[in-house]
């Protein structure tokens, strides 16, 4: 049910999905690598010998990749007519 004159376009930079990725993925760099860096005796007692924020830095870049990938994947498809680009009707 698509019109010849309907142009298809992707969100592209602006899909949602791009940002929550890539701030999933700073925050997961930077427990990474507070998790390698600062892992004191103190701390592995405290959490009983787990590096939480290696860990959860680690999970955070994973779902920061599933976002980033699943965006590429299926990009959100914008549909324009040339209807769209003169402006609705009434808004002048």
């Known amino acids: 049910m698509s019109k010849s004159n309907?142009?298809?376009?992707?969100?592209?930079a602006f899909d949602v999905r791009n940002f929550i990725?890539?701030?999933?993925a700073i925050f997961g760099?930077?427990?990474?690598?507070?998790?390698?860096?600062?892992?004191?005796?103190d701390e592995a007692?405290?959490?009983?010998g787990v590096?939480?924020?290696?860990?959860?830095?680690?999970?955070?870049?994973?779902?920061?990749?599933v976002f980033l990938i699943w965006a590429k994947l299926r990009p959100i498809r914008i549909v324009e007519t040339p209807d769209d680009e003169a402006g609705a009707p009434g808004t002048d």
Do not use: H, M, S, Y
Not at 31 to 40: K, M, N, P, S, W
Not at 51 to 65: F, H, K, R, S, V
């Open 51 to 65: 590096d939480a924020n290696l860990w959860t830095g680690i999970g955070l870049i994973i779902a920061a990749a």
């Open 29 to 41: 760099v930077i427990l990474t690598i507070a998790g390698i860096v600062g892992f004191t005796p």
């Open 45 to 48: 007692e405290r959490t009983g």
């Open 6 to 12: 309907e142009l298809t376009k992707t969100a592209g």
């Open 21 to 24: 990725g890539a701030l999933l």
